[in-house]
């Protein structure tokens, strides 16, 4: 069945997720602040709209995927919410701070309408190849209305629990991912120092309890896993800034709740620092250089 919907946010993985729902049969109104990106999404058969408040106006559902809760937050409270048809679906697929999202709910419910937060992982390459996996917090309703969509886009949808759950997962996983990739890359490090073989390393812990996505798939060592961003001179792959960003939402979750997790923490310090360093174009995996010892100068002392 067709429906139509808005989407808000057409960048790096709005413009292909939007085609994907073209391509699924729905009608699709979209709009970004940049014009060239609407101009991309219109050649994939998205129909362009003025301004959000337009393409709300008309639509069933209404899909964001914006960079951060405050552009989310705004731009419902700036006149989407009071645009849309009475009892519009929102889905909110950006990676938004979970009490941003909670805060999302509450707008979207107060102005009549039903709310679903449903962030992404699976990257650009998941978005354009329709194969990405959706974390959703809301109703059990809210889910099943939004299914058809999220099976165009996606290739799983995991229902978490309510408002903000989606998010909730979002940056536990990260977290989980991001420790273990420092993990892993601290762990070939010692490798190194020791005069272990990379894929000796490699052939022990990939099978043995040190198995983990970050070394069997994403090895941040060039050669044990050559489709690996490291042996493409860390192209991204999840690049070090996204990760930051998901860190630090985490953290901030971290020190709401008052939970201690120092591991977490130190991740977020030391992603955060490597994104605005020489991370900031590189997969998260590239990490590991720097915590590789630094190179004594000529006079001996550390670099
Ligand atoms: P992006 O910057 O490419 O796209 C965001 C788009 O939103 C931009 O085109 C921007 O012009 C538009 N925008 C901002 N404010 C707007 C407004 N008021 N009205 C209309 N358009 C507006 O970012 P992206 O990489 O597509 O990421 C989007 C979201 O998905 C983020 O929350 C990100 O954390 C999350 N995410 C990204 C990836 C990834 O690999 N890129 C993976 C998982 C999740």
């Not at 993985?13 to 940049?34: C, E, I, Q, S, T």
């Not at 890359?185 to 272990?196: R, Y």
């Not at 690049?239 to 991740?267: I, Q, S, T």
Request: with cysteine.
């Amino acid at each position: 069945m067709s429906t139509t919907i808005a989407f808000i946010g057409l960048g790096h993985m709005g413009g292909p997720m939007a085609a994907n729902l073209v391509k699924a049969g729905h009608r699709v109104l979209g709009f970004d602040l940049v014009p060239d990106l609407l101009a991309a999404a219109a050649s994939a058969g998205v129909r362009p709209a003025v301004s959000a408040a337009e393409a709300a106006a008309d639509a069933e559902v209404v899909v964001t995927m914006l960079p951060a809760g405050r552009h989310v937050l705004a731009l419902y409270r700036e006149g989407l919410l009071a645009a849309a048809r009475p009892g519009t679906l929102f889905v909110d697929c950006s990676t938004i701070d979970v009490a941003d999202a909670r805060a999302a709910h509450e707008a979207v419910a107060a102005a009549g309408h039903r709310a679903l937060d449903a962030p992404v992982s699976g990257g650009v390459v998941g978005a354009e190849a329709g194969t990405l996996t959706f974390m959703a917090g809301g109703g059990a309703e809210e889910f099943a209305a939004a299914g058809p969509l999220l099976d165009a886009m996606g290739s799983k949808a995991v229902h978490c629990g309510g408002p903000g759950a989606g998010q909730a997962a979002k940056i536990c996983n990260n977290m989980i991912l991001a420790i273990s990739m420092i993990g892993v890359s601290e762990a070939f490090v010692l490798a190194e120092s020791l005069g272990l073989d990379h894929q000796a390393l490699y052939d022990v812990a990939s099978t043995a309890s040190g198995q983990c996505w970050a070394l069997t798939v994403n090895c941040p060592v060039p050669g044990p896993v050559p489709t690996s961003p490291a042996n493409r001179d860390y192209r991204p792959g999840f690049a070090a800034p996204l990760m930051a960003k998901d860190l630090g939402l985490a953290a901030n979750a971290l020190r709401a709740g008052g939970v201690d997790a120092p591991l977490g923490l130190k991740a977020a310090e030391l992603y955060a620092a490597f994104a605005e360093g020489e991370g900031a174009g590189l997969d998260f995996s590239a990490i590991v250089r720097t915590l590789r010892p630094a190179a004594p100068t000529p006079n001996g002392s550390p670099a």
